[in-house]
């Protein structure tokens, strides 16, 4: 049942996925340009040059931040991440304790680790 409930949550964030696709384009371009406006604005030296790329880096900040359907498709991706990480997580877990063997000197030296605690 618990398989059941995780694939029907994955189809709905895929389809959201998917339909969301132009919003996330939109968004992956807005911060593209808040990324360029703030990486100029640190390597301009006059004044004016950082007035314009702080304009630039505003401009990108509040594109992306009017893009609400990009960050519902975000949290969208996650969600299907977090879906496909918990599909197979009880079948891959992993031991890291070391196998036991019948060597007399290994079980030697955990006796005396035993009894020194």
């Not at 998917?18 to 371009?29: F, H, N, W």
């Not at 950082?50 to 505003?58: G, N, Q, S």
């Not at 599909?87 to 304790?97: E, K, P, R």
Request: net charge positive; proline share 3%.
């Amino acid at each position: 049942m618990k398989k059941f409930g995780l694939f029907i949550i994955g189809i709905t964030a895929a389809i959201t996925i998917l339909c969301s696709l132009g919003a996330l384009a939109g968004l992956a371009i807005s911060a593209a340009i808040l990324y360029v406006g703030i990486h100029f604005y640190l390597k301009s030296t006059s004044t004016f040059s950082k007035v314009v790329w702080a304009l630039v880096a505003i401009a990108g900040l509040l594109t992306a931040t009017a893009n609400i359907p990009g960050f519902i498709g975000l949290t969208a991706i996650v969600v299907l991440w977090y879906i496909l990480r918990k599909w197979d997580g009880s079948n891959n877990q992993q031991s890291f304790a070391a196998p036991k063997s019948d060597d007399p000197f290994t079980n030697f030296e955990n006796q005396w680790k035993e009894l020194t605690k």
